[in-house]
């Protein structure tokens, strides 16, 4: 038997720096876990590098994740359309007119155009994914956010007046639109629009949502227990905990509504002032789980039909922005 102790065994020179690649701990499985963890460090650094780094690649992962559900069968079917078309009834005329023109522009070849709508997001999303383009990924998701946000989302019902926080008011796409802008790569915090521009627009859209809780479809006696009931679901555990949270809301519309309006003031206002800003951004990342589960199933992931998460992780992420520009707490 030949023995790696023999350093002349068939005439071959010793070699004192080989070994034994299967039984030596310090050969390639060594030398393997540093490659691995040279490769993660490197993949962190390039997509996790700082808090901006982080949400933009947190974006541009949902930008692929919308660009996938595009390409569900549900999408290139009639009920697509169908669901476009059933947002124009209580729109102003201009608003129910184009979206009408739209979704007759798509059914001329569903298959073609959907697919390059789905395309087009998927694009977005590795644009913003890889650093070399982002600027230009950023910059395109804003276009297509304004594009999607009328026809595909009407503006959020704002002008049906049915813009309702706990079903995703005012649109995820909007939100998409502004985080880019906040996240956008330069050396200002709060990207193009700054801190305060950053602090403002938050406010905009909690007061906005404030206005929303108060509208007559959305502060009846059972409008809460309705708009939960009428949420995407698929899942029965959620179903379980829809019903449940309906039949608690059953009767108690106008005082949730109240509730609710009033919280969302206080979001919008406190942050703006940046009086207690932590603790409100943490009370609006609490309030968005509640709403994305219950009012908003998940966005309907589960259905088949959904073309977005929804605004629940959207505002999440937007809130992430600013906690990321307050000062650091005292340790």
Known sequence: MLSARNPHAHGRPHNPTSRVATSDPAGPPHMSTTVTAARIAAARDYFVSDSRRTIQTTIGLLWLLDGGLQFQSFMY????????????????????????????????????????????????????????????????????????????EAFGMLFANEANPLTGAPGAVLLYALIGLIVWPNDRPGGLLGIRGTRAAWAAIWCLAAWAWLLAPNSSANATRDAI???????????????????????????????????????????????????????????????????????????????????????????????????????
């Not at 009408?100 to 001329?108: H, I, L, Y």
């Not at 059953?250 to 005082?255: F, H, I, P, Y």
């Open 77 to 152: 079917s009639k009920g697509f359309l169908q669901m476009l078309t059933g947002m124009e009834a209580g729109q102003p005329h201009w608003l129910s007119a184009s979206i009408a023109w739209g979704a007759r522009f798509e059914q001329t070849d569903v298959t073609l155009w959907n697919t390059l709508f789905a395309l087009t997001q998927v694009a977005i999303g590795l644009g913003i994914l890889y650093r070399p383009t982002v600027r230009l990924a950023l910059a395109s998701s804003v276009a297509w956010a304004v594009v999607v946000w009328w026809f595909g």
């Open 229 to 331: 009931r009428s949420a995407p679901s698929g899942m029965s555990w959620l179903s379980t905990a829809q019903h449940h949270a309906a039949t608690m809301a059953a009767g108690n519309g106008e005082l949730i509504a109240i509730v609710l309006a009033a919280t969302s003031l206080a979001i919008g206002i406190t942050v703006a002032a940046d009086w207690q800003a932590r603790t409100f951004l943490w009370l609006a990342v609490c309030l968005n789980i509640l709403y994305w589960v219950l009012g908003q199933g998940l966005g309907g992931l589960a259905t088949g039909t959904a073309t977005d998460p929804n605004a629940g992780p959207l505002v999440i992420v937007l809130a992430a922005a600013l906690i990321t520009q307050l000062p650091a707490r005292a340790a």
